[in-house]
């Protein structure tokens, strides 16, 4: 399971606090992704970044944020302003140009 | 921005039947349209891709077709087996658009041996 990393597998978080997921990817891609998927629902792009330093809005962008100062790294912050943060986020990472994205192994988030 | 929209949600066959998941798209640059197989707790993972230019493609039991005049785009699993049974996404993506990928809403596969 080399390539792109995902930590932690299970997260607990406290209404009102943020947290902060953590992507890391060895493949040398220039493009990073993050998605949510909630129970029997389809994949949702939060954030993306085609290269370090810039990154975009995808469909549900509220309520969350990243960083992009390394290649290597793109991680997710759920902030407190996210009122439905409990689902599944799944990192992702290609080469640029339509390609073949590959996945991290995902964080489940729950919010108690 | 792309909408992509996957039939059926659910999908029971029996064992070496056939199972067919369509996909329709709305954005008619969208030029790469690959596949993903997901095991329930696990991440997806890329079964097969096709591009605009080409209209069909298999791989031993798995195949897709790609119809851009009507835009949708179908895969299709011969003899299934139950390791087959698990979520399938489809997806679609254009080159200029920093290959993001718009998926569809997945299909759960169940095989009964």
């Known amino acids: 399971d080399g390539g792109i990393t995902q930590s932690p597998k299970y997260l607990f978080r406290k209404e009102g606090q943020n947290v902060t997921l953590s992507c890391e990817q060895n493949?040398?891609?220039?493009?990073m992704y993050w998605y949510r998927q909630d129970p029997g629902q389809g994949l949702r792009l939060i954030y993306y970044?085609?290269?370090?330093?810039?990154?975009q809005k995808g469909d549900i962008a509220e309520g969350y944020s990243v960083s992009r100062e390394k290649k290597e790294s793109f991680p997710l912050t759920v902030t407190s302003a996210q009122k439905n943060p409990t689902a599944f986020y799944l990192c992702?990472?290609?080469?640029?140009?339509?390609?073949?994205?590959?996945f991290g192994q995902g964080t489940r988030l729950t919010v108690v | 921005g792309e909408n992509v929209e996957q039939h059926p949600s659910t999908l029971s066959v029996q064992e070496g039947d056939s199972a067919v998941i369509k996909c329709t798209y709305s954005?008619?640059?969208?030029?790469?349209f690959p596949w993903y197989k997901q095991e329930l707790g696990k991440r997806p993972q890329l079964i097969i891709d096709?591009?605009?230019?080409?209209g069909e493609k298999k791989d031993q039991r798995i195949a897709v077709t790609l119809n851009k005049t009507a835009k949708h785009f179908s895969l299709h699993i011969t003899e299934t087996q139950p390791e087959d049974s698990a979520v399938y996404f489809c997806?679609?993506?254009?080159?200029?658009?920093?290959?993001?990928?718009?998926f569809g809403g997945g299909t759960r596969l169940m095989v009964k041996p």
């Open positions: 992702a990472s290609s080469i640029l140009g339509a390609a073949e994205a590959f």
């Open positions: 970044s085609q290269i370090v330093n810039d990154f």
């Open positions: 096709i591009r605009s230019n080409v």
């Open positions: 997806a679609a993506s254009r080159n200029n658009a920093g290959n993001m990928l718009t």
């Open positions: 954005d008619s640059a969208s030029n790469y």
């Open positions: 493949l040398n891609h220039d493009a």
